[in-house]
């Protein structure tokens, strides 16, 4: 009985160790993903464009700047840029036009889909999600 009840015990200190260990690193693993900067682009648009994608921190220092081409319909899902945790400011320049620019804030616990949408008063269209 003696040994029954032993195995008993170390089945639970082993169970709860291994909860532990599962919450750690899914713990961990959250705190990553939120010390990311994500955006994507897409051309809703029918011909390709020319966007220049800049990221700006909240000492206004430029973190990134890419520029990519855009064919009619692509999706562009650039790696995840590794950053502070906080606020950063997006600017979004289409066809090297600074009157076609969008700026925007950018948070490291969200990811940013900007629509290319082809309206001459209106180039971009944004979407936020977590």
């Known amino acids: 009985m003696i040994s029954s009840n032993k195995k008993l015990i170390i089945g639970l200190i082993l169970l709860i160790m291994a909860g532990t260990i599962v919450y750690a690193i899914y713990s961990d693993h959250e705190y990553v993903i939120e010390n990311h900067v994500s955006f994507s682009l897409h051309n809703d648009d029918e011909i390709k464009h020319e966007v ?25 899902y650039p790696a995840r840029l590794k950053k502070e945790e906080g606020a950063y400011r997006i600017e979004v320049t289409l066809d090297n036009n600074t009157n076609n620019t969008y700026i925007g804030d950018l948070y490291s616990e969200y990811h940013d889909y900007i629509h290319i949408t082809g309206v001459s008063d209106q180039p971009f269209m944004v979407e936020t999600a977590e």
């Open 52 to 76: 220049l994608v800049e990221i700006f921190d909240s000492t206004n220092t430029s973190v990134f700047k890419e520029t990519y081409i855009v064919a009619p319909g692509d999706e562009i």
